[in-house]
């Protein structure tokens, strides 16, 4: 099994490709937030399910709200 720690290394990587390679660089960060998620995958998983599919304004900005509640920070 891959450990999270070679997925936070890989989305780190591709986040210095994203600065070395300007012409890709929605590519690597794209490819940066995958592997950025799959360290947070068994964590999101064991807290209770949200509905994504409900109109909460950006989505980015309504994932960085939950996971601030799930981790015990109101902000």
Known sequence: MTSFLEFSARAALCRRLA??????????LAEAERWSR???APCVAAMTPVDWSADRGDAFEAFLGDISRWAGNPN
């Open 19 to 28: 600065r070395r390679e300007p012409n890709s660089k929605d590519v690597w």
């Open 38 to 40: 799959l360290t947070l």
